[in-house]
């Protein structure tokens, strides 16, 4: 084992039909202050990713692949590559994020100022704007029966704060110690791709620690550049994901009716999603 001190960071990235950005992704990861290892998981992926990949860890002793035959989803894969590292800070970075030079050191300076933190970044897109899912609250499914517009979780930037408090950041860009990654076993690997980043943090939370968007460290995250392919694959885990967050957090304290109410809502959501998922497939 690889002897690395505290300061180390370990990034994971899972990458899936990620031709498209995981080149300049793992470029910049390379680049980047503070890594120490990078290890990236391929969840079968049919385009040239592996070739990336494999490109990557010949020019790099830090960075180690594994090759999954088959697609166990994202918390698995994530876990996998929390296993198949040692470093004392773990950086999940999705391959369509383009860190900075300084982003994951100031990342894990925001954390250390907290005795147990996990510290999400501002995402932008390639145009500069904010993705509402760096910033978010609980979802609370019984108050989107009476008001749907209580579906949309993301909180605004507030300027005056340098790390925010909030629920939860985006899981295409956070930090946090082993340790506390330990504490909460990881990411719940019954979630497939969508609502485990909702879950690591709340449950982070209830653990006892701080969980906070750094409002001063911004990333470029060119989001869905994985799921574009399979919108209605992605969609269904999305709504599956859902469900599994209510029948972990909130079921357990609403009456049959709700739980059969909020079940027929997010059913009902899921083909409108997934329509609208083709038609911004197709027009792109």
């Known amino acids: 084992m690889t002897t690395l001190d505290s300061a180390a960071i370990a990034v994971i990235v899972v990458a899936y039909n990620s031709e498209e950005t995981l080149d300049a992704c793992l470029q910049r990861l390379r680049a980047a202050e503070g890594v120490a290892q990078i290890r990236v998981i391929d969840n079968a992926s049919r385009d040239s990713s592996m070739d990336i990949i494999q490109r990557h860890a010949l020019a790099d002793p830090r960075l180690r692949f594994i090759a999954n035959p088959d697609n166990p989803g994202f918390a698995v894969a994530c876990n996998q590559g929390a296993t198949a590292s040692e470093a004392a800070w773990l950086a999940f970075v999705n391959p369509d994020c383009f860190v900075e030079i300084d982003t ?60 925010q408090a ?38 982070a939370r209830a653990a006892g620690a701080y969980v906070g968007c750094a409002n001063d460290v911004r990333v470029v995250h060119v989001r869905g550049v994985s799921s574009r392919s399979r919108p209605v694959f992605v969609e269904w885990h999305k709504h599956r994901g859902l469900w599994r967050y209510f029948s972990k957090f909130e079921a357990p304290q609403r009456g049959v009716f709700t739980r059969l109410a909020v079940f027929a809502m997010i059913a009902a959501r899921w083909p409108l999603a997934v329509a609208k998922a083709c038609w911004r497939r197709w027009k792109s």
């Open 166 to 203: 909030v629920d939860a950041v985006s899981g295409a860009l956070l930090l946090l110690s082993r340790v506390l990654f330990a504490r909460i076993d990881g990411f719940d690997a019954g979630y497939r791709l969508h609502a485990e980043d909702l879950d690591l943090c709340r449950r």
């Open 104 to 163: 994951l050191v100031r990342l894990r300076a925001h954390a250390q100022a907290h005795p147990c933190a996990l510290i999400g970044a501002d995402l932008v897109d390639e145009n500069g704007l904010r993705d509402a899912a760096a910033r978010r609250r609980d979802p609370d499914f019984t108050a989107m029966l009476r008001d749907p517009s209580r579906s949309r979780l993301g909180l605004p930037l507030v300027p005056t704060q340098t790390v």
